[in-house]
């Protein structure tokens, strides 16, 4: 089975401009999770997404928001760039991300902004 | 969600086996305990889980002690690529939480 996916692996943007991930699941995965990576604060949840719906929301202001489409892909937007978005951008996908499911972390996106 | 205690880092010598340890003293019943690896700059990789036995898969075995109070993650043949950041997650095992909670982990450094 393919892993998850995501694109673009790189990406540079400056101040003010918005930004749209993409994560595709492992086929069958069902929900996606979206993780922010940054050297001060360490992993920290975005939202999860199950069925098209987000079932659960980190500790992130509005500007961060995502979507899930039918086919369980899922992206997510920032918008109003700011210099501490910078981070890596990390999608975990798992068939039902309840406490027994194993959610499988994609590559990441790692996005500058400047 | 139970908090984890993992000494920042540690080493090991190539070929030699790795353990490492995790404290989950306020863990519950009702919680796994998860580990994750990340080489730099890349994505979290599964290794193994466990509630209350002991787990042995293709990458690790996990030793989770009778109190379930804390936990030890055992790479048998440690390699050069094994060099990671070692994260101890516990987790709920239903209900509606369904994120995990990174701490900073275990450096891991395997030296030739």
Not at chain 2, 30 to 52: A, M
Request: contains cysteine.
């Amino acid at each position: 089975k393919a892993g998850v996916t995501q694109t673009p692996r790189y990406l540079i943007k400056t101040r003010g401009q918005q930004v749209t991930l993409s994560c595709s699941p492992i086929s069958g995965h069902r929900s996606v999770s979206w993780y922010q990576q940054t050297p001060g604060q360490g992993l920290q949840f975005l939202f999860e997404y199950f069925s098209e719906t987000q079932r659960n929301k980190g500790n992130f202001p509005g500007r961060f928001s995502g979507r899930q489409f039918s086919n369980s892909r899922s992206e997510m937007n920032v918008s109003t760039l700011e210099l501490g978005d910078s981070a890596l951008y990390l999608c975990a996908s798992s068939f039902e991300a309840r406490g027994t499911d194993t959610q499988y972390f994609g590559p990441g996106t790692r996005l500058t902004v400047l | 969600d139970a908090k984890t205690t993992q000494p920042p880092s540690m080493d090991c010598a190539e070929g030699r086996a790795a353990n490492l340890p995790c404290n989950h003293s306020t863990i519950s019943g009702n919680e796994y305990v998860y580990w994750y690896r990340q080489i730099h700059s890349q994505g979290p990789q599964y290794i193994i889980h466990g509630l209350k036995n002991n787990e042995t898969n293709e990458m690790a075995s996990l030793i989770i002690t009778e109190d379930r109070k804390s936990s030890t993650l055992i790479l048998p043949h440690a390699t050069l690529r094994d060099t990671a950041v070692y994260y101890c997650i516990v987790r709920p095992r239903g209900g509606s939480n369904y994120k995990l909670t990174f701490g900073k982990g275990t450096l891991l450094t395997v030296n030739p």
